[in-house]
Each structure stands twice: as structure tokens, then as C-alpha cells.
């Protein structure tokens, strides 16, 4: 016999969806004002996101694992990063245990800028979770990330 649903956790659940639907909305709303005012692309955000997030874990990404979280072509990426690369938002390096593998970093002007837009927000964020305990706010990102998990489902 198939497990009942329960209303309560349906309702929850529910709520939370659509939560989540409304932070993307206005992320997405408040990201496109800084695409704008920098003349960038939505995937170019996108990129600098990865990029940014290689650059400060000390873990640069390669031109192909961009394309990869991108879902765009090789060649497409290829002209993304060539374009963030001209305007001084990344630049390119060769790895020096494997000269054959190019990594994107952020450049030094790009953090600045963008720590001038974001960092503002994450005080924000930061005062508006005030009232949760560590142990929730950890909860809550795992629950986060496994909801993201369902965007990209195992392939067969």
C-alpha cells in the first residue's frame, strides 16, 4: 500500500516551493540590476558566479566545467569568457602541473565591484536570519541544496 500523504507536511512543503519560487524571482530581479549597470549578460552573472567561487576556494575552474554548469557549448563558453576576459572581469591561466588545463579567475576589479553590490545584501540576509539558530540555518542550506539537486535529476 502506497504511504498516505500527509496534509500538514503537503501544505509545508507547498509553502516552501513557493518561497523558494519568490527568492528566485527577486534575486533574479536584483541581479539583472547589476547585468545592467555593468552591461553583462545573465549568463555572463552566471559564469562570474562559478568563476568567483573556483577564485575564492582555490579551486579555479576550467573553460570546459564552466560549459558544463552552464549547459552551454564549448564554443559558446569559450566566447562568454573570451568577453569577460576583454572587459578585465577574468583572466586565464595556465596550470602549472598540467599546461594543457586553463583555469578562469576573477580578476582583482571584478571582486571589488562586485563586493560593492553583494556584500550590502548579505548584511541584509544576514539580519534578516538573525533569529535562527545555527543549527537551523544549517538545516535550512541542506534542505536548499537538495531541492537544487532536483534541477539537475541523475541521468538514466
Known amino acids: 500500500m502506497p504511504p498516505q500523504p500527509e496534509p500538514q507536511r503537503d501544505a509545508v512543503m507547498k509553502d516552501l516551493v513557493a518561497a523558494l519560487q519568490t527568492f528566485t524571482v527577486e534575486s533574479d530581479v536584483f541581479v539583472d540590476v547589476f547585468a545592467r549597470a555593468h552591461q553583462l549578460h545573465r549568463s555572463d552573472l552566471n559564469a562570474i558566479m562559478w568563476i568567483s567561487k573556483g577564485t575564492t576556494s582555490g579551486d579555479p575552474i576550467t573553460v570546459g566545467e564552466l560549459a558544463t554548469r552552464l549547459r552551454l557549448s564549448p564554443a559558446a563558453t569559450t566566447a562568454l569568457v573570451d ?26 576589479t571584478a571582486f571589488r565591484v562586485a563586493s560593492a553590490f553583494f556584500v550590502p545584501l548579505g548584511g541584509r540576509m544576514n539580519e534578516a536570519a538573525e533569529e535562527f539558530t545555527t543549527e537551523e540555518l544549517a538545516r535550512t542550506a541542506e534542505i536548499v541544496r537538495r531541492l537544487t539537486i532536483a534541477f539537475n535529476p541523475p541521468t538514466p
Do not use: A, F, I, Q
Not at 85 to 100: A, L, Q
Open 83 to 108: 568577453r569577460l576576459e576583454n572587459v578585465g572581469h577574468v583572466r586565464r591561466s595556465r596550470d602549472p602541473g598540467d599546461r594543457r588545463r586553463v583555469t578562469v579567475k576573477m580578476s582583482d
